[in-house]
């Protein structure tokens, strides 16, 4: 699934209009205001409404659904017993920030953003949930 959101924010960034960035970046502030209030829930939310729109802008209506049906239970299951901190939270909404502008510089950079989210997400994921250190991801 890293590889399809890493095409779906290709594919988004030849696709995506300016109101399409400007709800990507609401979204990032509901992640922000989550943060603050130490929601993990509305965070997800939040997260997936995030990603389910880079879906949406990438045009490809039959791969929604399929995404929706895998992802969201994946993060949910992956963050069930992962509790992050505020400035965690804080920290992964600004990166989601980032990820709506990427999508300004075209597919090849977008792509790229995406891919260091991702990684970003499974070594943060690892060293929490296995307690491996930065050395043994």
Partial sequence: WARTFSASQSVA???????????LHHHAAEMRAAAAR?????????DMAFHQKIWQIAGNEQLIPILEAVVVPLLACATENWRRTAAEIESSAGTHALLAD????????????M????ERFFRTYLS???H??????
Avoid at 13 to 23: F, G, K
Avoid at 102 to 113: D, F, I, M, N, V
């Fill in 38 to 46: 130490e929601d993990n829930i509305a965070y997800l939310r939040a």
């Fill in 102 to 113: 990427s999508l300004r510089k075209g597919p090849a950079p977008a792509r790229r953003a």
């Fill in 128 to 130: 929490r949930t296995l």
């Fill in 132 to 137: 491996l250190g930065a050395n043994e991801i």
């Fill in 115 to 118: 891919r260091k989210h991702i």
């Fill in 13 to 23: 960034a030849r696709n995506v209009r300016e109101h399409d960035i400007e709800e």
